[in-house]
């Protein structure tokens, strides 16, 4: 794609919109100038040429069976026939790269993209003899918490067709908890996983920010963004979490900290005597539901009878959380996700030139087709911007050390911190003819508890602690920055003491 100089209209635009002032005269004086400089992007575009992908071509297929409306497309990829998943299928969210098999990210916007390099976590998978079974349906550009906004059409709860499934990796925790693949993968920025985990009933991680490479999935905000993750059993979870963790030397998300524990190997150790902090400012919340906090208190009951420590702790600045999150996504997600063409820049890593210019290109053309979540973003994101030009955003980066500061001084008297994942049951999915309000509200309405650990980057598991009116409720489980291994312990504790947990195919068990 050769970079044509600008047009004399094309430089008075410029002009304009940075107030240079520059008369036609003086453009004319700066329009060679300018052509003579672009010949560098030629020359970066031809070297970048030499260094193509190998060609993949891949087997895959439309959905002939999805009542849940979850699998994007279908494939059945494996690469190694031994490894600790060898035999276990896996469904990928699709706002993450499989080589040769298109990626939407729920949204027109993306629709027609295929990646000619597998993401990280899959050559991960794919070496540990995972067999990739397709992609899941995601939220429209991942930015929902409820399960009817990805432009496919709306991901059914197993447990009530009616109800949301949670968001944004709303199509894994459907099959994972309908039984269709064993393992899935999916990617929280505000509670991504933990969300449809707990409002399916199965087990979703968030591990420590850059634990897990992001490289190859679709970003939203640098700062905000995960992958773990999504199983039946923590056993699993565990497993996956070895499979998949560790740098890249590609994200810049990931720092080095020395070596890791086996996950699988720590949950062998006993959790008596560990200290769990009952979070007082994550019960109670103004839209929690009738049940969903006693069914959580029940789950710490529990955990007290198997010999851990259970008391109550404050932490005042959890309710400041979710606020300061939403000035970090919507700002942060206006300049990276949408004016940075997913990527942004600024930052050392793996870019994914094709996805910015096939992505970049559509949205130009078709703003209409952004999500009302995402157009609210822009919304108010560029008012902020424009107006403030991101002093906000600023200043709630400087608040993050405070906020995390006030988990990480509770976690030096507990060794992990329970509360509800979501005040709230699985709510009843909008109709097409819903209101803008209606659409809105259930699309951001579950976040309380879950968004500021993605602010903070503390490990945060959602384990099922058992049902309300025949619906899964969520205990979230929060450990210190690099101690993912003490939260899968817990919830591993929780897991065996209530017997397992139970299916969306069969709830009574």
């Keep these: 794609m050769t970079v044509h100089p600008p047009a004399a209209a094309d430089l008075e635009y410029i002009s304009s919109t940075y107030g240079l002032s520059l008369t036609a005269g003086e453009l004319a004086e700066f329009a060679p100038h300018v052509e003579t400089m672009l010949d560098s992007w030629d020359l970066v575009e031809k ?38 998943l060898a035999g276990r299928t896996v469904g990928i969210k699709d706002n993450i790269a499989v080589a040769g098999v298109p ?50 059409g709306p991901v059914r709860n197993p447990w009530d067709h009616t109800r949301t499934t949670g968001g944004s990796s709303s199509g894994s925790a459907a099959l994972v908890a309908s039984g269709a693949v064993d393992l899935a993968i999916g990617g929280d920025q505000g509670g991504s996983v933990r969300l449809p985990a707990a409002f399916t009933g199965i087990v979703g991680h968030k591990p420590t920010h850059g634990l897990v490479p992001y490289t190859g999935a679709f970003p939203i905000e640098q700062s905000l963004d995960h992958l773990g993750p999504m ?19 590609l994200d810049p998300r990931q720092r080095s900290h020395g070596d890791r524990p086996s996950f699988t190997d720590e949950l062998s150790r006993a959790a008596t005597g560990l200290r769990v902090g009952v979070v007082t400012e994550g019960f109670a919340h103004p839209e929690s539901a009738p049940g969903v906090d006693a069914a959580v208190r029940d789950a710490v009951d529990t955990l007290r009878a198997e010999g851990l420590l259970c008391e109550e702790v404050s932490v005042p600045w959890h309710r400041h959380g979710k606020k300061i999150w939403d000035v970090i996504a919507v700002e942060g997600g206006t300049a990276q996700m949408v004016d940075g063409n997913a990527y942004g820049r ?22 209409a087709s952004f999500p009302d979540t995402v157009k609210l973003v822009l919304l108010a994101g560029r008012h902020t911007l424009d107006r403030h030009h991101g002093t906000h955003y600023a200043m709630a980066r400087n608040l993050v050390p405070r906020l995390r500061a006030a988990y990480d001084e509770a976690l030096t008297h507990v060794d992990v911190l329970v509360m509800p994942t979501t005040p709230i049951l ?29 602010v903070t980057g503390h490990p945060a598991c959602s384990v099922p602690a058992g049902t309300v009116d025949g619906l899964p409720v969520g205990m979230m489980i929060v450990g210190r920055h690099h101690d993912d ?25």
């Design 47 to 84: 070297l970048h040429a030499e260094f193509p992908a190998a060609p993949v071509t891949r087997s895959w297929s439309w959905p002939e069976h999805n009542p849940l409306g979850a699998w994007y497309v279908t494939c059945a990829i494996t690469t190694a026939a031994a490894g600790p």
């Design 485 to 509: 291994a003490t939260v899968l312990r817990v919830a591993q504790t929780f897991e065996r003491a209530h017997g397992g947990f139970p299916s969306a195919a069969d709830p009574a068990s």
């Design 346 to 367: 600024n930052w050392q890593g793996w870019y994914d030139p094709a996805l910015i210019e096939h992505y970049g290109s559509r949205r130009r053309a078709a703003g």
């Design 231 to 249: 199983t039946r059993t923590v056993a699993d979870a565990a497993l996956v979490l070895d499979v998949i963790a560790g740098p890249d030397g």
């Design 103 to 152: 990626m939407m990210n729920g949204s027109a916007l993306v629709e027609g993209y295929v990646p000619d390099r597998d993401a990280t976590v899959v050559a991960r998978l794919l070496h540990a003899g995972a067999t990739i079974a397709g992609k899941t349906v995601c939220e429209n550009l991942c930015f929902s918490g409820a399960s009817h906004t990805a432009a496919t």
């Design 426 to 454: 699985p709510s009843v999915i909008p109709g097409p003819d819903a209101s803008l309000d209606e659409y809105l509200a259930r699309a951001l309405e579950m976040m309380a508890n879950t968004a500021t650990f993605d």
